[in-house]
């Protein structure tokens, strides 16, 4: 069977109001009042429009976020700062997950072709796969045939959730099923169009499965676009528009009437939304109709990221099936009363609702990092605070490093256990023998969040100075705001924690 392209695109394609100061409350306590409005209103709205268009792959370079090299083209290596984002993208996707019901699972790299045979890639699919054969004959699995048995490195996640599915017997109680897998995937891009993090070859997905009664569908699609909508809302990106794609005029699975049904379910979805939304002719998976969110980046070209898609097809060819009474009105999505056809238990065929919010991780960090022009939100920011000595004496050094392990949560006295709880927030500590006020600009250069000083002074009161400046603002913040405030470490860590977690 000989590996061939598919004309289907698969998913992923890739203001507040300043407090009133009050005469008898300490100075201190209004300096940190004033911090602490700071950092309320830097979640206010959307970033002002901008006169130039930044390009991801200058920032990315300027502020230490990836790299790419000869040796893999097209699969971005990501640098501390940019992992840091990148991970912080993931937690968020987790903490949602546990709001929208899915599971995390994780799956093989590598399947045999005889699975990708039996999903429809090998057919629809084949020329944007890459192939993985053993370079050792004695290591080789073979056929029966005594032929070496191929693998392909996956291009998506959705055979190996089936799989899963079908390991176990199912009741319609147990549905939806939804499960999410972040594992890396990979697509054989033409080098040419190769570009940053927006067209590459191996790439991350957020990527989810539904397994649901035909009765769940519209639910299901709804509640996702609601995810997206909640998503796209933190990070301040869109407006965005809504496409859905139908049928490919060829290189599809599944009858005519599958494919009406799926795009009903859709259209459906779509109206309740009440967003408006248009219509890509033929631009559907082979395996179902999708509904694609289109964003625009700085230079107004138009990139997918979230993806919704609807799938009759690979149920079918897995053999995938749930144990429901009534199964004839079951698979119609229809309801029934009658205690006779309720007694009859029979097989159902689940129908599969494949989705991705933010679709492939780097595309959404190459839109992130434009959108922001590197002035991130304190809690994506990949560098949210530095610490400043004023000298190199050892005391103020002493006090620098105790410093930052209180941020980092890794002071010796935080636990019984002298182990500490890591704050994961990212604080970097300057104590070179340079003059503060270098230190400073190349602090604000590189967009750190806070600059906190440590000199002499403030040993003795047991205290930082905190420039919060480095965070976005809303505009219509006072001045007092963006002086230099004193506080503990302790303080200042319960601020840092209260700003990361102000986006949920």
Excluded at 18 to 46: C, K, N, T, V, W
Aim: with cysteine.
């Amino acid at each position: 069977m000989s590996w061939r392209k598919a004309t289907g695109t698969p998913p992923g394609r890739q203001s507040g109001r300043p407090a009133i100061p009050q005469q008898r409350r300490p100075a201190r306590q209004l300096q940190l009042q004033q911090l602490q409005f700071q950092l309320r209103s830097s979640e206010g709205p959307a970033l002002p429009l901008r006169t130039a268009a930044p390009d991801h792959r200058d920032l990315g370079v300027q502020q230490e976020l990836f790299t790419t090299s000869i040796y893999s083209p097209g699969s971005p290596i990501f640098l501390p700062n940019g992992a840091r984002i990148f991970n912080r993208l993931v937690e968020f996707l987790r903490k949602q997950y546990v709001h929208y019901g899915f599971q995390e699972v994780i799956t093989p790299t590598i399947f045999k072709k005889a699975l990708w045979a039996k999903s429809g890639h090998l057919d629809n699919y084949a020329d944007d796969m890459f192939t993985v054969t053993s370079t050792s004959p004695s290591r080789a699995d073979t056929k029966e045939t005594g032929e070496e048995d191929e693998y392909g490195l996956k291009p998506m996640n959705c055979p190996g959730h089936c799989l899963i599915f079908g390991s176990k017997v199912r009741s319609y109680r147990d549905l939806p099923i939804r499960y999410a897998d972040f594992s890396p995937l990979h697509r054989n891009e033409i080098s040419g169009a190769l570009s940053g993090l927006t067209r590459v070859r191996r790439f991350h997905q957020d990527d989810g499965h539904i397994f649901c009664r035909p009765s769940q569908i519209e639910d299901e699609i709804r509640k996702t676009l609601d995810f997206i909508r909640v998503t796209y809302n933190i990070f301040r990106l869109g407006p965005y528009r809504l496409a859905l794609s139908t049928r490919p005029a060829d290189h599809y699975i599944g009858s005519l009437e599958d494919w009406e049904q799926a795009e009903s379910s859709l259209k459906r979805a779509l109206d309740a939304s009440g967003q408006a939304w248009t219509v890509n002719e033929g631009d559907g998976a082979f395996y179902g109709p999708k509904i694609d969110v289109v964003l625009k980046d700085s230079d107004g070209k138009e990139h997918q990221t979230a993806t919704i898609q609807l799938d009759f097809q690979l149920p079918k060819r897995f053999e995938l099936e749930y144990q429901a009474p009534a199964p004839e009105l079951e698979q119609r999505g229809e309801t029934t009363t009658d205690p006779e056809l309720l007694a009859v238990y029979g097989p159902v065929r689940p129908v599969l609702v494949h989705r991705a919010v933010l679709g492939s991780v780097e595309r959404l960090m190459a839109l992130l990092i434009e959108h922001f022009d590197g002035k991130w939100p304190f809690w994506l920011n990949p560098r949210q605070g530095i610490i400043l000595t004023v000298n190199d004496s050892e005391p103020v050094m002493q006090w620098a490093r105790h410093t930052q392990k209180v941020l980092l949560g890794t002071a010796s006295e935080a636990t019984a256990d002298g182990r500490g709880s890591p704050t994961q927030l990212a604080v970097d500590i300057d104590d070179r023998v340079r003059s503060l006020s270098h230190k400073i600009r190349e602090a604000k250069t590189k967009r750190y969040g806070m600059i906190i000083v440590v000199g002499p002074k403030d040993v003795a009161k047991g205290t930082v100075a905190v420039d919060a400046s480095g965070i976005p603002q809303a505009g219509d913040m006072p001045a007092a705001a963006n002086k230099s405030v004193q506080m503990t470490p302790e303080e200042l860590l319960q601020l840092m924690k209260t700003k990361v977690d102000a986006y949920e």
